[in-house]
């Protein structure tokens, strides 16, 4: 035969054989963990021997991959020597069902009938090779392709309630099965899947903590479904654990390379399986616990500042400090309300003081507006400072209308003597920066947060009270009633109005 046929039985072999034989030791491994958990020694004896001749197989298979020749002579022996431990297989594991069933010993009866299945098979794979050698190359190829046929994958059992989900992605039906059972026996929840596109679907579809991926696949390899799972934001977190023979470390290392957290080589070690998978699973829980911590201190910083400021500090920027030309600024306060204080508890004031806030914030983001802060029972509200904003006062007047209402709704829910007070001046230029390392803040100052505040000071419970240059800011979306002139503290005489509600 050509070298390049020789290749092909040899990768056959590998492949095929060397998975099934795997499987075959790896279910044996299971019956003989079963039978010491349920002191039956008679059985143990046996099912070592089986054992050995697994382990026989496998090291016959892997000495005829390295001297594959291909002649007559080496196909009868090739025959003779690979069914000599699959002889003994199949005859120990007869012999155990027959025990099993006298025994009453069900549950081993469904490896030990998955373990002569496949004995059975091989043994008449076997015979295909040595028929189909006699045969010209390509169709002795041919043949070999359509051999042996997967065994159907049974139902997994339902393992402990919270474990760790593990998709397991093989295109060899004994192997998914000898890996689900084993993961199962761990107390992990495990979906099998028997190509990279049923992979990607299951993925796509459900949240997975692990995915076994075997790297040899027909159609779509392993490191082609590794690659697509780290290219897409909503799998790329997933560790992927490949699954490789032993000659294809050069291909597992390129793996790794690609993001692959580890491999697992076959067959199978159930220690080195238990290690390897508990220790991806950590890393990812850890991983898990981290960006968790970073999501919730990213939450608290932008209850601190306003987002454009947190993504300006990422990028490095240091003082962070800027002139805003014209802006919209509002003050409120709740009249009178230390008195009430004094008739509520701890509780019942932070309590109301929550509620009445959280509907103003709210507010701030339905109509696009900056909470600056908080100071006692006063509340403090902008617009136009972070971007420019042409309409800035037309949004701030439809919040202040809204804070009215809240606080009346409260005052009537509550029986309580609740009445807001709200001033608004629009102007400029105004400073606005981050101050503070331990205790940072985002604030903004200048004669026009001044005199937002005096507008508020000098208004009165109940109305929206502004300077003649957010009235000219409100043009004609708002009816405005004039209060006329007022001596205010600081800025000396100023026409000032109140905003009427819109009918």
Not at 455 to 464: A, F, H, N, Q, W
Request: proline share 4%; aromatic share 4%.
């Amino acid at each position: 035969m050509s070298g390049r046929l020789e290749h092909a039985i040899a990768a056959f072999l590998r492949q095929e054989f060397g998975a099934s034989v795997a499987a075959i030791i790896g279910f044996v491994d299971i019956l003989i963990e079963d039978a010491r958990r349920h002191d039956l020694a008679e059985f143990v004896s046996d099912l070592e021997r089986m054992r050995e001749a697994g382990v026989q197989l496998s090291t016959l298979i892997a000495q005829t991959v390295a001297s594959s020749q291909g002649g007559e002579g080496e196909t009868a022996r090739l025959r003779h020597e690979l069914r000599t431990p699959l002889n003994a297989i199949k005859g120990y594991g007869e012999l155990l069902v027959e025990e099993a069933r006298d025994a009453g010993q069900d549950a081993l009866l469904i490896d030990l009938g998955k373990v002569l299945d496949l004995a059975d098979r091989l043994l008449g794979e076997i015979d295909r090779i040595v028929e189909a050698a006699a045969a010209p190359p390509i169709a002795m190829v041919g043949d070999m392709l359509q051999t042996i046929r997967p065994l159907g994958d049974g139902d997994v059992p339902d393992p402990r309630a919270g474990s760790s989900r593990i998709l397991v992605v093989d295109d060899n039906a004994s192997n998914r099965d000898l890996l689900s059972r084993r993961l199962v026996r761990e107390g992990y929840c495990v979906t099998a899947a028997e190509n990279g596109a049923a992979a990607l679907a299951l993925t796509a579809a459900a949240n997975f903590d692990l995915v076994l991926l075997d790297l040899m696949m027909p159609g779509m390899s392993g490191f082609e479904v590794l690659c697509r799972l780290k290219a897409e934001a909503g799998t790329r977190h997933i560790p992927v654990i490949m699954i490789s023979a032993l000659d294809e470390l050069d291909s597992t290392v390129r793996c790794i390379e690609a993001g692959a957290e580890d491999y697992l080589p076959k067959p199978f070690n159930p220690i080195l399986l238990r290690a390897r998978i508990g220790a991806c699973l950590e890393k990812k829980r850890l991983v898990d616990e981290l960006r968790i911590e970073q999501q919730r201190s990213e939450a608290l910083l932008l209850n601190i500042l306003p987002r454009p400021i947190v993504e300006r500090m990422r990028q490095g920027e240091q003082a962070i400090a800027d002139r805003i030309a014209e802006a919209t600024v509002l003050f409120s306060d709740l009249v009178d309300f230390t008195s009430l204080c004094a008739s509520l508890s701890p509780e019942e004031t932070v309590g109301l003081l929550g509620l009445l806030f959280s509907q103003f914030e709210d507010l701030a983001v339905r109509h696009g507006l900056e909470t600056i802060k908080t100071i006692g029972d006063g509340y403090m509200v902008t617009g136009g400072i972070l971007e420019p904003r042409p309409d800035s006062a037309v949004a701030v007047a439809e919040m202040a209308l809204s804070m009215l209402d809240i606080v009346e709704r409260a005052r009537r829910a509550t029986g309580k003597d609740l009445r807001l007070r709200i001033g608004m001046h629009t102007g400029g230029p105004i400073v606005a920066g981050v101050l503070g390392t331990h205790k940072i803040a985002y604030d903004v100052w200048g004669d026009t947060v001044n005199t937002a505040k005096r507008m508020e000071s000098y208004g009165l419970p109940g109305r929206v009270h502004v300077s003649a240059a957010t009235r000219r800011a409100l043009g004609d979306a708002f009816r405005c009633e004039p209060r006329g002139l007022l001596d205010v503290k600081g800025k000396g005489w100023m026409e000032t109005y109140f905003v009427c509600p819109r009918e």
